[in-house]
């Protein structure tokens, strides 16, 4: 499966942006899959994530309660909804797919990656 993520940008603290992440080749459904942030200087960190099945949701304590992920099967594509936005959220985010049922948050378990967007929180 290939993926492409976008939808980033510069916005103020408290702001709110929406990232997506389309699927091509295979089916999102196949997958588990999850979002995954970089900034400078620092290892690439879990965000969030939804299980093969899709009825399962995961989030890391630093984003809980302001980001929620999703699916569309019809629309082969995820979406990481971003509100009340902090400087700190600021990085390249990534979306990636593993071949399994559960949730991971090691990076190095997932086998695709998108390209990575970059998010910007100015305070």
């Known amino acids: 499966v290939q993926l492409q993520a976008f939808g980033g940008g510069l916005v103020q603290a408290g702001g709110f942006l929406r990232l997506s992440c389309a699927a091509s080749?295979?089916?999102?459904?196949?997958?588990?899959a999850g979002w995954f942030r970089q900034s400078p200087g620092k290892e690439r960190e879990f965000v969030a994530g939804?299980?093969?099945?899709?009825?399962?949701?995961y989030y890391a304590d630093s984003v809980k309660g302001r980001f929620t992920i999703s699916r569309d099967n019809a629309k082969n594509a995820a979406y990481l909804q971003m509100s009340s936005l902090k400087p700190e959220d600021t990085a390249i985010y990534y979306c990636?797919?593993?071949?399994?049922?559960?949730?991971?948050?090691?990076?190095?378990?997932?086998?695709?990656w998108g390209q990575g967007t970059q998010v910007t929180v100015s305070s």
């Open positions: 990636a797919a593993r071949s399994g049922e559960s949730i991971i948050t090691t990076p190095t378990l997932y086998d695709y």
């Open positions: 939804f299980s093969r099945s899709g009825d399962r949701t």
């Open positions: 080749g295979r089916t999102f459904s196949r997958y588990a």
